[in-house]
């Protein structure tokens, strides 16, 4: 069903969903980085199955915060992704995630930042959005709040894959700073999963899920469960969702950055300039996903590869991962900007 890495998507579609009915869409993100060959397909399977549940959600009259919120949840079960199952282990080897999710219609959020190993760390953000007065709940008191919520609280053990335990002996070994490993080293490993939807009541959310980065310090929090950095949806604006160097997104607030740029450019246009904005500014790499509230979808990355999937209005579905398979098609295309996929060419930058 899906037609992966095709860059034929839809500027034209965006212009027919603003002068009608809004027609669903829901793209998701397995992480921007040097994906390894032999995680390409479980990496790209996994965003379609993703993007999947969340269009079934849509596709049922759901909202589109239930669409992001099902779709993370499917990305934070699956073991390739460093979300919830397969989260990545801090400097003494535990799990501390972060997630976030926004609704579009009222600019209602919550996250929570350094919580303890639960399977879904989206849904507690939701929780904290819908239960609490607050926006972000951190470590133990976002771990307590989970508890009081009935959300079974997990070891990092039962979270923890073979391939985060030999990501962490290495770094155990060969000791890098956060600075060093992913400041404009594009091939760190950064499998941060996201969903941005549009439902059919023309209502936008996204949502950011992450295990962080592999031997991070206890405590630290990277952007993706920081509001307009990680992630911002805004019904007036569009919905974005990001992956990369955490520390590079949050000084350029990534999200709401890419959002702002909007103005006059297509979703992954915008995206694109936020990117290289981004790496001229601090130096990061990364990805974004995102729609505007026409519909038009963008996907753009400057990272060797991210992972992504998108059904939209009719149920076409798409999904690709390979920089360069997007850039060749992008140039078939004669650059008459019908692609979705925005490659990011730092060299230009
Ligand atoms: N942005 C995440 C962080 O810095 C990493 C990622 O996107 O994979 O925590």
Redesign the pocket.
């Known amino acids: 069903m899906y037609r992966r890495a095709s860059a034929r998507l839809l500027r034209s579609y965006g212009r027919r969903l603003s002068s009608s009915t809004p027609r669903p869409v829901i793209v998701v993100h397995g ?3 040097a994906i390894p060959e032999p995680l390409t397909d479980a990496s790209v399977a996994g965003c379609e199955a993703a993007a999947q549940a969340g269009w079934e959600v849509l596709q049922r009259g759901g909202s589109a915060l239930d669409a992001v919120e099902a779709a993370t949840r499917v990305l934070e079960d699956d073991p390739a992704f ?1 979300a919830g199952n397969g989260a990545v282990l801090n400097e003494v080897g535990e799990v501390e995630l ?1 997630a976030i999710v926004m609704d579009g219609v009222d600019l209602s959020c919550g996250a929570v930042a350094a919580i303890g190993p639960v399977a879904n760390p989206v849904s507690v953000a939701r929780m904290v959005m819908e239960r609490t007065p607050h926006c972000l709940l951190v470590g133990e008191g976002a771990t307590r709040f989970a508890e009081q919520q009935g959300v079974p609280l997990l070891r990092s053990v039962d979270l923890v894959t073979a391939e985060a335990q030999q990501q962490w002996r290495e770094m155990a070994a060969f000791p890098t700073s956060v600075k060093q490993l ?1 400041n404009t080293h594009p091939l760190a ?4 999963v996201g969903a941005v939807a549009l439902d059919a009541s023309g209502n936008l959310a996204s949502a950011t899920s ?1 295990g ?2 592999t031997f ?1 310090r206890v405590g630290r929090v ?3 469960p920081i509001v307009g950095a ?1 992630c911002y949806a805004d019904n007036d604006l569009g919905a974005v969702s ?6 590079s ?1 949050m000084r350029l607030t990534l999200a709401r950055h890419a959002l702002w740029l909007m103005h006059g450019r297509s979703p992954g246009e915008a995206c694109a300039e936020a990117l290289r904005q981004m790496h001229a500014r601090v130096g990061g790499c ?1 990805g974004t996903i995102s729609i505007a509230p026409s519909g038009e979808v963008g996907v753009a990355f400057s990272t060797p590869r991210m992972a992504w999937a998108c059904v939209r209005g009719d149920g076409d579905a798409r999904s690709g991962i390979d920089r360069s398979a997007s850039l060749a098609e992008a140039e078939e295309e004669g650059g008459e900007g019908e692609s979705i996929v925005e490659v990011v060419r730092l060299d230009r930058a």
């Open positions: 992480g921007a980085w460093d972060d992913f490993a950064s499998d941060t992450t962080g980065i991070k990277g952007d993706s990680g990001c992956t990369g160097h955490g520390e997104i990364g």
